[in-house]
């Protein structure tokens, strides 16, 4: 994965049979072998495949394309936020970025550990500083994009028929570009 770039770089996020990467530049990303194994894998019509291959493929084409996003480099917004999930879902406006699947869920247990404290009723930012909050997602988040199996995610997402609900969209609406 790239290092952390500046917030004025566009990320492109479809991309056209024209702009896809020459076979040298693939190799550059991915060693030959695992280039060959994914494009392979791509066009295998998917009826021949089953169930628990197509979630393979899916978690490994979801995790090379997170390795791909870079993190954030300017950071450091004031976020006013209740929860860590509502912190998270800030800052992918903000950043206009999806979080990881594991990032997702992170955030909604620790929401979930706060439950039953004294501190129950208590907005995040009054626990913890708003900056060292979003940190620590950015952290978190860089550990799961580059350190992440495509084998356990796939595994996750067959043990969890809902799994869906914490991979975020890759094209947001409001992320789409204007005419």
Known sequence: MKRPRPLDDKVDF???????PSDVEVEN????????????????????LSYEERLLRK??????????????????????CYSWTELGKSLKIIYRQPLHFLTNILLKQWDQ?????????????????PIKAEATIWLIE??????????????????????????????????????
């Open 142 to 179: 860089e550990v799961h994009r580059l350190n992440t199996s495509h084998h356990h995610l796939a595994r996750l997402w067959k043990a969890d028929p809902l799994h869906q609900t914490y991979i975020d969209s890759i094209i947001p609406k409001i992320y789409a570009k204007s005419p």
């Open 14 to 20: 479809i991309q056209s049979a024209k702009s896809l």
């Open 59 to 80: 978690a490994e084409m979801y995790q090379l394309y997170m390795k791909e996003i870079p993190i954030p480099s300017k950071r450091g917004s004031l976020v006013p």
């Open 29 to 48: 990303l991915f060693s030959a072998s695992k280039y060959l194994s994914l494009i392979n894998t791509i066009k295998t019509p998917l009826k021949e």
């Open 113 to 129: 550990v706060k439950i039953g404290t004294r501190g129950e009723d208590q907005p995040l930012d009054e626990i913890i500083h």
